[in-house]
């Protein structure tokens, strides 16, 4: 079954009758296979999943894209309603609350701060973002109370903020990194892709392009790593990059000299478009 619940009160009600284990796919939304493959891994490990659609104005900077990104609910719907069929025996409770309200009341006073994770990297360009991203998923996870909840590794520092958070508040959920679902061509889906033009789509693939060099030119060797760091100096000269960036794949940190795991985190942007991508990989 597929229950829409609309409000925080509805959703109450539901959750406090579930006798099963929840899983909890949080999102803003205009869903595709990156948003599908969590679901049917939520659906997969659990008998009822959540799964909420907010676009949540505390993650948006004053010049971002809140105003016109995508709100697709009726397709959003049709999409999960697929995976539902994938699965006999399961239930979907989809909550898209129909007013901000109803997860931020207008007296909501608190915000969860990330402060390591919030100056670093993505945090550098988006002022406060990360603050609003932990703020809104503490308000989901406390209305939704979730025992597992899954995350895309596509938002690589976004996943390393949230594990953080529930370490830090001791919150009781286990939190499931999920693989990055690409297009056949390499490009990371995204629910920004579609502002871009075709070319701008085609200039794009030079993202996943430059990590795959890069982490190839690493080999798995440390000792590689300053050839890597060279190569991404010469990328770098392309001023569309934001960032491309070798970081410790736990703490994100610069240095490197103990990691046994290191991350490559880029964005390009594209007019106004800011698309990110990340890869992990093993060194020794
Ligand atoms: P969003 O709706 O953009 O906030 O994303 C909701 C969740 O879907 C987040 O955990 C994202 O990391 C995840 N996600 C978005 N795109 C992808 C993708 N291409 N592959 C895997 N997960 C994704």
Redesign the pocket.
Known sequence: MVTLIRTTAELTTLRNQEKAKIGF??????L?A??I??LEQALTENDTVYFSIFVNPKQFGPNDDFQKYPRTLENDLELIKKSKNKFSGKNIVVFAPEKAQEVFPANYEQTIAVSHFNRIVEGKFRPDHFDGVSTVVYRLFEIVKPHKA??????YQ??LVIRQMVRDLMLPIEIVG?????ETTGL????RNQYLTPEQKQEALILSQSLIKISNLIDGKKSNLPEAKREIDTLLLDKKWNYLEMRDAETMSEKLTDSTRITLVAVYQLGQTRLLDNIQLEVV
């Open positions: 796919v949080p999102t803003m939304g205009n595709h990156g948003h493959s969590l899954y995350f895309g590794l596509k938002d976004q996943f999920m693989p990055i679902i690409r990371a889906l995204s629910s």
